[in-house]
């Protein structure tokens, strides 16, 4: 059954030329099937450049919205459009606007996991694999840095020099893995290195060996001797990293890593967005150009 979805899947992807991109963290069948898969800022690289007339984005809305404001001729599909970010939905345009206008002239730099309306009144946007690039990039010694409270503050560790406004909002996913289950996981495998993701909370990410974005993580196991690892983000990267690496042995440093969001999406919902070319995810023409300015800065850094 599951051999004909995929058939069907791939007979449309051809049929409308269509790319199917997909997060990291998307179910492992769905991670089989995709065309590209990647964090955050490859999958905006590959939106921004693909020649594809569709994009069939497997993920979740702020990253479809951010394909859409990068490639305005294109159809952006996002086959669950509940998918959301709950991340994302923690600021406002009219709050960031507020903030803003408590520190006037204070750049913005805006975490990807965001609105296109929030992107719009931002500076410049982030990915977790190029933040501290992007904030070292400001001429300016004092910045806004929106949502993710812990992104912004691994980063300002690194840059003491610079002064952050932080806005408080995180990633439920990651703020549920605590301190006490990584603690145990450290204890039960001494012989592995731990792993992370910035978006933890700062007292976990203090643990960490390595603290990176998700595909920087399949770097690091990649190239590291190390033979086993607690990986602290969400469980859908273990499908690649054991991939990868199958000699090596992957942990998850807590078993609330799983987000239901990024679990959303099944190669039915797939098949259904190809058959009828829907749900499209479109932004409006005057945030789209704001909020397009904000990633092109980013995208304009260049990569290592
Ligand atoms: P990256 O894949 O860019 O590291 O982002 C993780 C994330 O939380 C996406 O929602
Ligand atoms: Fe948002 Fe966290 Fe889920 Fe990523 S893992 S989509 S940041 S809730």
Request: charged content about 20%; proline content about 7%.
């Amino acid at each position: 059954m599951q051999d004909v979805v995929i058939q069907q899947i791939k007979f449309l992807l051809n049929k409308h030329n269509a790319v199917l991109l997909a997060h990291n963290y998307m179910r492992d069948e769905v991670q089989e099937i995709a065309d590209i898969t990647g964090d955050s800022l490859a999958l905006s690289i590959e939106a921004a450049k693909t020649s594809a007339d569709v994009i069939v984005f497997c993920g979740v809305h702020f990253m479809a919205e951010s394909a859409a404001i990068l490639s305005p001729g294109k159809k952006v599909l996002l086959p669950r459009p509940d998918a959301g970010c709950p991340m994302a939905d923690m600021v406002t345009a009219e709050e960031l606007e507020l903030l803003k206008s408590a520190h006037p002239g204070v750049p913005v730099v805006t975490y990807v996991n965001s609105s296109a309306e929030v992107k719009a009144h931002s500076d410049i946007c982030c990915t977790s694999a190029n933040a501290l690039k992007v904030v070292r990039s400001l001429p300016e010694n004092e910045l806004i840095f929106v949502p993710d409270r812990n992104l912004g503050r691994w980063v300002a560790q690194f840059v003491p020099e610079k002064k952050f406004i932080f806005w408080e909002g995180f990633c439920p996913t990651h703020e549920r893995m605590t301190l006490a289950a990584v603690q145990q996981k450290k204890a039960e495998h001494p012989d592995a290195l731990f792993i992370c993701h910035p978006e933890s909370a700062p007292k976990v990410s203090a643990l960490a060996d390595h603290v990176c974005s998700t595909s920087g993580m399949y770097d690091y196991c990649r190239i590291s001797p190390a033979k086993k690892f607690i990986v602290g983000t969400e469980a859908g990267i273990l499908y690649k990293l054991r991939l990868d690496s199958p000699d090596k042995e992957f942990v998850l440093a807590s078993p609330a890593l799983f987000c239901p969001n990024m679990k959303l999406t099944s190669l039915e919902d797939v098949l259904l967005s190809l058959q009828t070319l829907s749900p499209v995810i479109t932004v409006p023409e005057d945030i789209r150009l704001k909020a397009k300015g904000a990633l092109d800065r980013m995208l304009a850094i260049p990569r290592d």
